[in-house]
């Protein structure tokens, strides 16, 4: 096959229908290094299929139930404040069998993958105010730490602003923001914001698209930013705006795409990191829409996708993004984004 | 393991030493979505890993366990984990530990586990992993000078674990090797800002100005040195305006009529904070204008917004932006 062809001049619909559902069907080998996070890998596929207005390819009770055993359950109340966090694996193979009682004692349950697993419950359709939502924000407190941040799992792991952003999106998706201290989180976003004015993982890092997303979606998800701050000229207490603006503005490169850090190649996935951070700011006019719709076009596989680099074969994480890169560019046949969630606008589906 | 080695790896199932451990299938359950379609050798590997997970079984062949099935699924938090508790468990050598990881790291070192790792084996050896947290860093930089996590690691090191004596050469070697290495670029920030053993920001900010200044000089279309310029007065905005070198070193870059979007950017900044511009800039600037587009009797701001919106027109409607908002900034 000639992997040179571009697949189409346009946004190719069919085509990646056709792809998604083959994954939703099953994944090839190459996806059993990232079995841990499954339910990601059911998040892109399914969150997928609503962008592309073809939810009726799913089996929406199938996937609410199937979603719903990776939940983790205190088995009292004593154990909500053992340091444990009771949300949802990520994987069979963080979630262990039940013991000879039905006790489930392994909790391998994750931040990324509750954001994974709440965001598929709204999007199938599934009431969220049925699940156990208080087991999950009180045992979230545990999570975050002295300076702000989230670490993901109680066991240890490393503590950034991924997590800041998973713990951020679980608080929205439930209502509820007893689960975590904003004021703290504001402070701990605030920290990270790098002499240039983008964003690094934790404070000291260099700024980076993904970091840079996971801020300002946060802060926008807890009210701590003006909405659309550029188009009303106001500033913000946290973070410095418009040198901000100025760095994020300055990751269009020549080809049309996006770069993630300066001077790096662009790739398709910053397309919806730094996208969607401009359109929270309200500064989405800033770029050349038209030269990135060119770049994202090249991204395309004609296998259905897209690949981060022009010219590659596509895998899910950046066919997602490419989605969604392309529904902030209001592509018609895609739905629109609720663009701090990640996902489709909910209300616009009509759930 | 590289393929040679796979088609020797003998299952499991067909190990003496394994001989009395029943393997635990996973339960997916029904309608699983998303199935994987598991390789054999993945899937036994995870059978043996839940069994001695489930029986708690903490023992030097469950340690080697680990090693296989991290090596299907790096990402894999739980089977880490486990490794852990085994290694403290065992009492084992955390040197060896290290090594292990710097093996494991060659091929597969873009994962937030291997890192984690890494981080918690060198937190127990304390302030003697120094040494050899830097050099594994540095051996990881030099097969990827930006490479996000080993930056990520070597900065905890320095904070938690100490070495920044030989930090700010570090920077100076890998910017000799790439002016355009960003991340080598935010490292000398970090230094200059957090090293006990430099003065601080103010104390390096003369040196630091003559730096990047040549840095800039040489490649003026690199956005890094730009950005570190401006981020040396990030408190300090009296000193960035009353700064001599920088308005000088903007009209050299503009007088070469070449790549100078930055330094426009820059004096349009220094303007918008009070900076009193010479005559020699205000002509270095006129020239570069498109003679006929714009009136001659607009402030400099303005005539910059200009020319960007020109030169840079990527950015066409931020700099038009940028120009609406003098008037209210009274630039």
Redesign the interface.
Known sequence: MDSERISSNSFDRDRHIWFLSM???????D????????LT??YF??SGLALLDSLDLV?KK??A???L?FQAHPRNRDELNNGQFFGFHGS???Q??P?DNGVFV?N?S?LASTYCALSILKIVGYDLSLIDSGSILRSMKHLQQPDGSFMP?H????RDLRFVYCAAAICHLLGDWSGMDKQKVNEYISNCQ????GF???P?????GGATYCAVASLQLMGSIEDDI?SK?VQSSIINVPLL???I??R?VVDGGIQG????PSDTCYAFWIGGVLKILG?S????ED?LHRFLLSCQSQYGGFSKFPRQLPDLYHSYYGFTAFSLLKEPQLRPIFVELGIADIADIGI | MDSDEEEQRIPLSQRPEWSDVIP?Q??????????????ED?RET?DYF?AV??SDERSPRSLRLTAEAIH???????VW?FRRLILEALNCSLHDELDYIERFAKSNSKN??I??HR??VAEKLGTDAATKELEFTKKILSIDA?H?HA??HR?WVL?ALGGWEGELDYCQQLLEDDI????AW??R??VIT?SPFLGGLEAMREFEVSYTIKAIRANPE???PW??L??LY?HDTEALISSLQIPSLCVEVLSAKNNFIFAL?LILDLLCHGFNPSEEMKNAVQVLKNSDSQPSDLSLADTICGILESVD???K??WA?RKQ?LA?QGT
Do not use: C
């Open positions: 994954m939703y069907q099953l994944l090839p080998a996806y059993q290094s990232q079995e841990i996070n499954r890998l059911a596929v399914i089996d199938g996937v139930s199937w979603v055993s069979r193979t963080s262990l069998p013991d392994h391998g994750h799992i066991i240890g792991a490393e790098s002499y240039d004015g690094g993982l934790v000291g890092s260099e700024s980076h550029i000229d603006l100025d760095w503005l300055q269009q850090r300066p001077n790096k500064a006019k800033f770029i050349d030269a | 635990v996973q339960d997916d359950g029904p309608n699983p979505v998303v199935p994987i379609a598991y390789k993945f995870m839940r997970y489930i299907f699924n790096p990402g894999n938090y739980t984990h937030y586990q890192w984690h981080r918690w930006k996000y930056w990520s900065q904070q355009f290495n960003n991340s935010n490292q920030h970090f957090r690199n956005e890094s950005r570190y401006r981020g990030q950017s027109p990527m950015r409607n931020y932006w908002r209210a």
